[in-house]
């Protein structure tokens, strides 16, 4: 049985409501889902919270982010309704309600692969599932799908799961991408923007050719790539200003990072600004303890 805390539920729904206000078209595009048939046994759910994949297998299907509220109400209906699919596997890729807060609408589920730290998280507020911690490797073969799962690195969080449909050479990376968004780093999750860029680096040494972000439309490599650059040439131009004796506000006037496309901001979780900002700290907090 899955429990979420009044609590955990008002402050999310406090927020929604402030997103809903402070940015309607954001909001829209974030409430709405929209389904893509891959193929006869694929989909992608995207929207509705995270994106969601529902890999079928026979009479049951594997499930990654179970979104919230009442999208995951609709997953669930079109699944097990609209598909005649029972959905007996899950994995969350991370804590984060937008991906994990619909756990509870899926009551027949079996075995939820997570994190530790995130389920540590989810612990803490009531959810409560046949939790299988996976740092990594795990492998999956479902009929003739073979499915990879583990731990890439820390990033958005300190809990991040990423999959790998290895016959289709697709990527399931949940918010370690999002399709040309600015990178939100939760540090209360255990987030590091320092180390987000090696944790890509490790990901673009698979050979895959599509990724499922955790927000957004499908996206291929390049995105991956310029994620990775933005986040080293930060690293290499914070380093630099710091090294000329500057204040946290005087290094975000000076970074330009004129030679990395513009990301869209998310409201109220990033911005370049913070970016920057959260790089300065983090290269502060390095060098103080290595003095």
């Given at each position: 049985m899955f429990l979420w805390s009044a609590s955990l539920r008002n402050r999310f729904t406090i927020a929604v409501c402030v997103l809903a206000v402070a940015s309607g078209c954001a909001m829209q595009r974030f409430l709405r889902v929209e389904e893509r048939q891959i193929d006869a046994r694929l989909r992608f759910f995207l929207g509705g919270g995270g994106n969601s994949l529902v890999l079928t297998h026979g009479k049951q299907a594997f499930l990654i982010d179970v979104k919230f509220a009442g999208a995951s109400k609709s997953l669930r209906h079109r699944v097990e309704t609209e598909l005649e699919r029972s959905v007996r596997r899950a994995m969350v890729t991370h804590s984060h309600f937008d991906h994990a807060g619909g756990l509870d609408e899926f009551r027949n589920l079996g075995p939820v692969l997570i994190h530790p730290n995130a389920r540590q998280r989810l612990e803490a507020d009531g959810v409560r599932a046949q939790w299988i911690d996976v740092e990594g490797p795990l492998e999956?073969?479902?009929?003739?799908?073979?499915?990879?799962?583990?731990?890439?690195?820390?990033?958005?969080?300190?809990?991040?799961?990423?999959?790998?449909?290895?016959?289709?050479?697709?990527?399931?990376?949940?918010?370690l991408v999002s399709a040309d968004m600015e990178p939100v780093i939760d540090v209360e999750a255990g987030g590091d923007v320092l180390a987000w860029a090696g944790t890509l680096k490790g990901l673009l040494e698979l050979d895959f050719v599509t990724a499922l972000p955790g927000h957004g439309p499908p996206i291929g490599r390049d995105t991956l790539v310029r994620l990775h650059e933005y986040l080293t040439l930060l690293e290499r131009e914070v380093s630099v200003a710091q090294q000329q004796g500057l204040s946290e506000d005087d290094v975000v006037a000076k970074v330009s990072l004129v030679e990395t496309p513009a990301l869209e901001p998310v409201p109220f979780a990033a911005n370049r600004e913070k970016t920057i900002r959260l790089m300065d700290r983090a290269l502060r907090a390095r060098r103080s303890t290595k003095e």
């Open positions: 999956l073969q479902l009929e003739d799908e073979v499915v990879r799962v583990w731990h890439p690195g820390t990033g958005h969080t300190d809990g991040d799961l990423v999959a790998y449909l290895v016959h289709r050479k697709l990527l399931v990376t949940g918010d």
